[in-house]
């Protein structure tokens, strides 16, 4: 259960990020109290992945997760790079997160 509270925390990880750009600035208060409960959540699973998984490693993999899905949201949506260096270091990231659950010791 741990990973899947670890992977929930991710997830709203991408959202408070997202959120945090379409409120331009913290002007949009619809966008900004997304905001806070994307982020609210997202560190309360993380807590709750903590109690399982060693804390170095919930950590890097909800940071990853987190990176990794800003990182496609950007491409697929906000038209951002999609130059080949970038895809690589975005493979790597998967490989790495992919790497820490295999390696953990957790739940």
Do not use: C, Q
């Amino acid at each position: 259960m741990a990973w899947v509270f670890l992977s929930i925390a991710g997830l709203l990880e991408i959202i408070f990020a997202v959120l945090l750009k379409l409120s331009s600035g913290f002007t949009k208060p619809v966008y900004v109290v997304g905001v806070g409960i994307a982020a609210g959540l997202s560190l309360f699973f993380l807590t709750r992945a903590m109690e399982h998984i060693p804390m170095g490693t919930a950590y890097a993999v909800w940071t990853g997760v987190g990176a990794l899905g800003v990182v496609l949201i950007g491409i697929f949506f906000f038209d951002e790079s999609t130059n080949w260096l970038r895809l690589l270091f975005i493979a790597l990231l998967v490989v790495s997160i992919g790497g820490l659950k295999f390696v953990s010791d957790g739940a």
